[in-house]
């Protein structure tokens, strides 16, 4: 059930220049300069990263700080999570690269779509590049459309109701706007189901994660002389 995108080669692991490179291009991509208020693409990785956060779009409020999650959205999915602002933000830990990274603009209906061509750009190369990802959390309908395209169900409750089905890889949830708290409170089974299995598998990464850090790992899966030359050939 793997993405396709995330097939990483491991004969030719990204370089950490190179690395810095495509957040660098991402970061300064103007391609829907005209199409939406202001290009500002906001998204946080690093190739340790075990967990990948996948959203729809910024808003306003993300916009303007340039910090993803930053706002009541954000809130609500660390109490989901039941992780801190330092641990959610650290990105050797959890990268956060929504559907679209820019801001879209507004229709009489609310925030417009993520702009199609950010995935269609940077999806393939951005998920390339981080493989140690584990598990990665979608969040709402574009998430679901973008990376479940053939398997979601039509209704995001029935996608969302049978999330354990995409694990290991990954777990389908509802956006934790607070406009959704009219759906949370429908759907007593998220609360009481699918959150517990999500804090289930944080725990579980963040344990593996802690194995691999640890000084008995290092001592037994690292040299203690690293040899010269480039640390990420
Ligand atoms: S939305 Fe994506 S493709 Fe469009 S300008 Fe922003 S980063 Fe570039």
């Not at 089974?189 to 959150?195: A, V």
């Amino acid at each position: 059930m793997r993405d396709p995108d995330r097939t990483v080669d491991p004969s030719s692991p990204m370089s950490a220049s190179a690395f810095d490179s495509l957040l660098e291009s991402i970061r300064s991509c103007r391609q829907c300069e005209g199409l939406i208020p202001e290009p500002r693409p906001i998204l946080r990785a690093h190739p340790e990263a075990r967990l990948l956060i996948v959203g729809q779009a910024p808003g306003q409020a993300v916009h303007r700080t340039g910090i993803p999650w930053n706002d009541p959205s954000g809130k609500a999915l660390r109490e989901w999570m039941g992780i801190e602002r330092a641990h959610f933000y650290d990105p050797t830990r959890v990268a956060i690269l929504p559907a679209g990274f820019c801001y879209p603009g507004r229709s009489e209906h609310g925030d417009l779509p993520p702009r199609p061509e950010c995935a269609r750009l940077w999806k393939t190369p951005l998920l390339k590049s981080l493989p140690a990802i584990r598990l990665t959390l979608l969040l709402g309908r574009y998430a679901h459309l973008l990376y479940l395209p053939e398997t979601r169900s039509q209704r995001l409750t029935d996608t969302v109701r049978e999330a354990a089905r995409w694990l290991p890889d990954y777990l389908p949830l509802p956006h934790p706007s607070p406009r959704n708290r009219l759906w949370l409170k429908r759907h007593l089974w998220f609360t009481e189901d699918i959150l517990p299995l999500l804090r289930i598998r944080l725990r579980a990464l963040w344990e593996e994660g802690a194995r691999k850090c640890s000084p008995s790992a290092i001592s037994q899966e690292t040299p203690l002389f690293m040899p010269t030359g480039d640390p990420h050939p």
